[in-house]
T-cell receptor
Framework: DAGVTQSPTHLIKTRGQQVTLRCSPK?????VSWYQQALGQGPQFIFQ???????QRGNFPDRFSGHQFPNYSSELNVNALLLGDSALYLC??????????????FGPGTRLLVL | GESVGLHLPTLSVQEGDNSIINCAYS??????FIWYKQESGKGPQFIID?????DKRQGQRVTVLLNKTVKHLSLQIAATQPGDSAVYFC?????????????FGTGTSLTVIP
């Protein structure tokens, strides 16, 4: 049983560019959450997708957007990249149940560097 | 936003000793808590969780204690091993208008001395 997978593992972009990160949830999981983890910090919640819709959103600008597909996989898009967007982007999936009431499992993350 | 803080940013213990990592949370409405372990270059790994209707839960070599009166959470690791060296995060699940949301602390770095 594969866990949460993310691609790519590493990415280098320049300011102003756009990036798309991908996530496949753990088998049987239907909810996907995205987090940004700056160096030396804890993960910060970006948003959560369920039934192909954004269900919750953290304190991130509209430059951050996402999508969930019928197979529950998800994408995170960031437009107009800033240097401060450099971070580890983590995807977490949750089994069916009430959001935030079930354990969420993390993928290995995508390391984004913006130059 | 929520604030989940850890009392000590770093902790060093001798191999074989017990480790205790503490976490303070700020929202008394938080009703579910998870401890994660994160090794360098990897995503957080689930260790143990506890719901607010409990004050103690045990796993293999790990115990989580929840004190709702003082909004404090701790992770105890028995017979700490070199493989336990990592950053440990506590996360609290807090009800919002659109459902529960997880908030993470800044982490405690545990170093096990052989």
């Amino acid at each position: 049983d594969a866990g949460v997978t993310q691609s790519p593992t590493h990415l280098i972009k320049t300011r102003g560019q756009q990036v798309t990160l991908r996530c496949s949830p753990k088998s049987g999981h239907d909810t996907v959450s995205w987090y940004q983890q700056a160096l030396g910090q804890g993960p910060q919640f970006i948003f959560q997708y369920y039934e192909e819709e954004e269900r919750q959103r953290g304190n991130f600008p509209d430059r951050f957007s996402g999508h969930q597909f019928p197979n529950y996989s998800s994408e995170l898009n960031v437009n107009a990249l800033l240097l401060g967007d450099s971070a580890l982007y983590l995807c977490a999936s949750t089994p069916p149940g009430l959001a935030g009431k079930e354990t969420q499992y993390f993928g290995p993350g995508t390391r984004l560097l913006v130059l | 936003g929520e604030s989940v803080g850890l009392h000590l940013p770093t902790l060093s213990v001798q191999e074989g000793d017990n480790s205790i990592i503490n976490c303070a949370y700020s929202n008394s409405a938080s009703d579910y808590f998870i401890w994660y372990k994160q090794e360098s270059g990897k995503g957080p790994q689930f260790i143990i969780d506890i719901r607010s209707n409990m004050d103690k839960r045990q796993g293999q070599r790990v115990t989580v204690l929840l004190n709702k009166t003082v909004k404090h959470l701790s992770l105890q690791i028995a017979a700490t091993q070199p493989g336990d060296s990592a950053v440990y995060f506590c996360a609290e699940s807090t009800p919002t208008d659109t459902g529960n949301q997880f908030y993470f602390g800044t982490g405690t770095s545990l170093t096990v001395i052989p």
